[in-house]
């Protein structure tokens, strides 16, 4: 099962972290300088009521954690926000199939269809959820078509959400479990053969 292509590209695809505030605490003319784009790979979206920090360098939290720990805490103080109302970290994963009736081959997880189906069905949706003590994993997974590979993929995106309140000084340790978590689900879900192909 093991595909060349594998040992060069992870399968995350963005990293999406936003952080929720009361409007009301926030120095709404200190968010007013709008979105900002750090380097291509990278972008902050700022709302009345929220942080939206996207990364696209296919790295997930640990390795991003030192900058952040940096930028998030400058970003949150500059604005006055010292509570968050919920914080959500998103890993949007991509895993490309070399045939889309082996995608369970893939998985840890199994979908029974009545044989009279299976011919005929190309493409469903799971959704799940997991509870951790900070809050809840949801998980959405889907057989798809990637136009850019040429090919069938498996879309297993990740949503980790503490639903708060969240100090700001406590929010690199709180994103340090969500990433843990996420880490945890990926590995539950994802076959041991599938992993073992993956850059470690």
């Known amino acids: 099962m093991a595909n060349d292509a594998l040992e060069d590209s992870p399968p995350l695809l963005e990293v999406i972290l936003q952080l929720q505030f009361d409007p009301n605490e926030a120095a709404q003319d200190r968010l007013a300088f709008g979105d900002q784009t750090?380097?291509?790979?990278e972008s902050i979206v700022i709302r009345s009521d929220r942080l939206e920090l996207h990364n696209s360098q296919k790295i997930s939290f640990g390795r991003l954690r030192e900058h952040w720990s940096t930028l998030l805490p400058m970003i949150l103080n500059t604005a006055g926000i010292t509570?968050?109302?919920?914080?959500s970290l998103s890993y949007?994963?991509?895993i490309p199939l070399q045939d889309l009736r082996n995608f369970q081959n893939y998985l840890n997880i199994s979908f029974q269809m009545p044989a009279s189906l299976k011919d005929r069905i190309e493409f469903f949706r799971t959704e799940f959820t997991y509870r951790y003590e900070f809050g809840e994993i949801r998980v959405w997974l889907q057989p798809d078509w990637d136009d850019q590979i040429d090919g069938y993929c498996i879309q297993l995106n990740m949503e980790s959400r503490n639903p708060g309140p969240v100090n700001v000084s406590?929010?690199?340790f709180i994103l340090d479990e969500m990433h843990s978590g996420l880490k945890d689900v990926f590995r539950q879900i994802l076959s041991e053969d599938y992993i073992r192909c993956l850059p470690q």
């Not at 750090?38 to 790979?41: A, V």
């Not at 509570?83 to 914080?87: A, D, E, M, P, S």
């Open 38 to 41: 750090m380097h291509p790979s």
């Open 83 to 87: 509570k968050l109302t919920g914080v």
């Open 170 to 172: 406590d929010l690199i």
């Open 92 to 94: 949007s994963n991509e």
